[in-house]
């Protein structure tokens, strides 16, 4: 069991190297704005029986969780995905797989809706071919529910120092965990946004923890796409004090220095319209080709039909280009709570106004809204997760990004660009509070109207089929009388 703690702070922080001492329960130091993530590597067999039992079943396995609320970053945390939880598996093709079983596993995050096969979206077929044979997701607000589960049942009463380190996650911005067959391999990432740590980790038993502390570093000949850190690393337990260490690698994704707003226009109705508003519509870079995107999670309340997407003269007063991908199937007439599945994804490609001069501008997407189970205030609240907004480029070269020791994989969308792709990320920052959802209240029946309107569409539709029956008996008994017109005019040819 191997574990990476990796601190960044920004290049004008004041972190002191001296201020860091290597004792014998770990290394201690001050307390600083930084970034950090954690990573545990935990091998196959040192996992429970149960656990590496379910995960043989498949050849792949990722989930995701990303907090609702805004956050700071510093490269190479550059990567983002829209707030909730994704999980994205390819079953093995030696052993049986069973999407219920791992469901009733994961329930320890919390009430999922994942406990049918048909909660998962199947698999769909894009320009590169089949990819994702099975998706799921679902808006979850924190993690209390699995770290509470996992400091009952992972940490003894008496290991105060593995019970604090997974209260740790209350706090966390994201939390990746990543398993494949080949490597036999199971990958815990966690990750904390900008603000202040205290850069001490301590030592774990049977832990092999690895500590770096980082700035970025403006090395010669680094180029738009490259990244590099310098600073100290130490192996805990095995080194008396730090070692300098220096890293210069390319990075698939990367900071721009953009951000974006996302609201619905009012008013909402029955087709609500999302608006994005992004901060510039210069490209981050020249000397490669790149266009901006928006990747929408949109849960089973709503959906955009991809019919409206085929019209160009329809886009461009949306300053949209086309949509590149959509999740299928997508119902286009079923209630809410008739889907069986998680909801749709939606790939669009923007079009941002071209001009010499630097502005702010918007986009606009059209979306349908289900009907929705009834309620007894009458109006129920949606929650639309804030989309993955970024320019992706494709600045050509040799140079393989997954050298990034940081790299993040499987976030939904980099899989359906070319593998050369840099993705450079605007940050959202809600105009409003810090939570990046967009929220709408809509208007339902009322539960105690529901009888009442049951009733009378009944009644309606029992009426309707009486009439059209009584209409077709009387005009199949009436008597064949002809016309009186036509008696006449027969009668004058006489």
Same mark, same amino acid.
């Given at each position: 069991?191997?574990?990476?703690?990796?601190?960044?702070?920004?290049?004008?922080?004041?972190?002191?190297?001296?201020?860091?001492? &290597?004792?014998?329960?770990?290394?201690?130091?001050?307390?600083?704005?930084?970034?950090?993530?954690? @990573?545990?590597?935990?091998?196959?067999?040192?996992?429970?029986?149960?656990?590496?039992?379910?995960?043989?079943?498949?050849?792949?396995?990722?989930?995701?969780?990303?907090?609702?609320?805004?956050?700071?970053?510093?490269?190479?945390?550059?990567?983002?995905?829209?707030?909730?939880?994704?999980?994205?598996?390819?079953?093995?093709?030696?052993?049986?797989?069973?999407?219920?079983?791992?469901?009733?596993?994961?329930?320890?995050?919390?009430?999922?809706?994942?406990?049918?096969?048909?909660?998962?979206?199947?698999?769909?077929?894009?320009?590169?071919?089949?990819?994702?044979?099975?998706?799921?997701?679902?808006?979850?607000?924190?993690?209390?529910?699995?770290?509470?589960?996992?400091?009952?049942?992972?940490?003894?009463?008496?290991?105060?120092?593995?019970?604090?380190?997974?209260?740790?996650?209350?706090?966390?911005?994201?939390?990746?965990?990543? !398993?494949?067959?080949?490597?036999?391999?199971?990958?815990?990432?966690?990750?904390?946004?900008?603000?202040?740590?205290?850069?001490?980790?301590?030592?774990?038993?049977?832990?092999?923890?690895?500590?770096?502390?980082?700035?970025?570093?403006?090395?010669?000949?680094?180029?738009?796409?490259?990244?590099?850190?310098?600073?100290?690393?130490?192996?805990?337990?095995?080194?008396?004090?730090?070692?300098?260490?220096?890293?210069?690698?390319?990075?698939?994704?990367?900071?721009?220095?953009?951000?974006?707003?996302?609201?619905?226009? @009012?008013?909402?109705?029955?087709?609500?319209?999302?608006?994005?508003?992004?901060?510039?519509?210069?490209?981050? &870079?020249?000397?490669?080709?790149?266009?901006?995107?928006? !990747?929408?999670?949109?849960?089973?309340?709503?959906?955009?039909?991809?019919?409206?997407?085929?019209?160009?003269?329809?886009?461009?007063?949306?300053?949209?280009?086309?949509?590149?991908?959509?999740?299928?199937?997508?119902?286009?007439?079923?209630?809410?709570?008739?889907?069986?599945?998680?909801?749709?994804?939606?790939?669009?490609?923007?079009?941002?106004?071209?001009?010499?001069?630097?502005?702010?501008?918007?986009?606009?997407?059209?979306?349908?809204?289900?009907?929705?189970?009834?309620?007894?205030?009458?109006?129920?609240?949606?929650?639309?997760?804030?989309?993955?907004?970024?320019?992706?480029?494709?600045?050509?070269?040799?140079?393989?990004?997954?050298?990034?020791?940081?790299?993040?994989?499987?976030?939904?969308?980099?899989?359906?660009?070319?593998?050369?792709?840099?993705?450079?990320?605007?940050?959202?920052?809600?105009?409003?509070?810090?939570?990046?959802?967009?929220?709408?209240?809509?208007?339902?029946?009322?539960?105690?109207?529901?009888?009442?309107?049951?009733?009378?569409?009944?009644?309606?539709?029992?009426?309707?089929?009486?009439? &059209?029956?009584?209409?077709?008996?009387?005009?199949?008994?009436?008597?064949?009388?002809?016309?009186?017109?036509?008696?006449?005019?027969?009668?004058?040819?006489?």
């Amino acid at each position: 069991m191997r574990e990476t703690v990796t601190f960044v702070y920004p290049p004008d922080g004041a972190v002191d190297p001296k201020a860091f001492h &290597v004792q014998p329960a770990g290394l201690l130091g001050p307390a600083a704005d930084v970034v950090r993530q954690d @990573r545990l590597t935990v091998g196959l067999d040192q996992l429970p029986p149960d656990i590496a039992s379910l995960l043989q079943g498949y050849h792949a396995l990722h989930l995701t969780w990303t907090s609702p609320h805004a956050y700071d970053t510093l490269e190479p945390f550059s990567s983002r995905q829209s707030p909730g939880l994704r999980v994205f598996l390819t079953p093995s093709a030696k052993r049986a797989h069973d999407p219920v079983k791992l469901c009733e596993m994961l329930q320890i995050m919390g009430p999922l809706d994942c406990m049918t096969t048909e909660a998962w979206t199947a698999a769909h077929t894009t320009e590169r071919g089949v990819w994702g044979p099975l998706s799921f997701y679902q808006q979850l607000e924190h993690l209390s529910a699995s770290v509470e589960s996992a400091t009952r049942d992972l940490c003894p009463d008496t290991d105060s120092i593995c019970q604090s380190r997974l209260r740790t996650l209350y706090t966390a911005a994201s939390l990746d965990l990543s !398993y494949s067959s080949t490597d036999r391999a199971l990958w815990i990432s966690a990750f904390w946004p900008l603000r202040e740590h205290s850069i001490t980790v301590l030592v774990l038993p049977g832990r092999q923890t690895e500590v770096g502390i980082f700035t970025k570093d403006s090395a010669p000949n680094l180029g738009p796409y490259g990244v590099g850190l310098h600073g100290i690393l130490n192996v805990l337990e095995d080194q008396k004090e730090p070692s300098p260490a220096l890293f210069i690698f390319r990075s698939r994704h990367k900071l721009y220095n953009a951000s974006f707003a996302s609201e619905f226009l @009012r008013p909402i109705g029955v087709h609500p319209t999302l608006q994005f508003k992004l901060s510039t519509n210069k490209p981050p &870079v020249q000397d490669a080709e790149c266009a901006p995107y928006a !990747y929408l999670t949109l849960p089973k309340t709503m959906f955009a039909n991809r019919y409206h997407f085929e019209d160009k003269i329809f886009l461009a007063s949306k300053n949209l280009s086309a949509s590149r991908y959509t999740t299928l199937p997508v119902e286009l007439e079923a209630p809410e709570y008739n889907i069986k599945t998680w909801g749709s994804n939606v790939l669009l490609q923007l079009a941002p106004p071209i001009s010499s001069d630097e502005q702010i501008w918007t986009a606009q997407v059209p979306l349908h809204l289900r009907y929705l189970k009834p309620r007894a205030s009458g109006y129920t609240q949606v929650e639309v997760p804030y989309p993955v907004v970024f320019w992706a480029c494709q600045p050509g070269g040799d140079e393989d990004p997954a050298s990034n020791p940081f790299d993040r994989r499987h976030l939904g969308y980099d899989e359906l660009f070319s593998p050369g792709t840099i993705f450079w990320h605007v940050s959202p920052k809600p105009e409003v509070g810090n939570r990046v959802m967009s929220s709408i209240t809509v208007p339902v029946l009322r539960e105690d109207s529901a009888a009442w309107v049951r009733l009378g569409t009944t009644a309606a539709m029992v009426l309707g089929c009486a009439w &059209v029956i009584w209409n077709l008996l009387v005009a199949l008994t009436a008597p064949a009388q002809q016309d009186p017109k036509r008696k006449e005019a027969r009668h004058r040819v006489k």
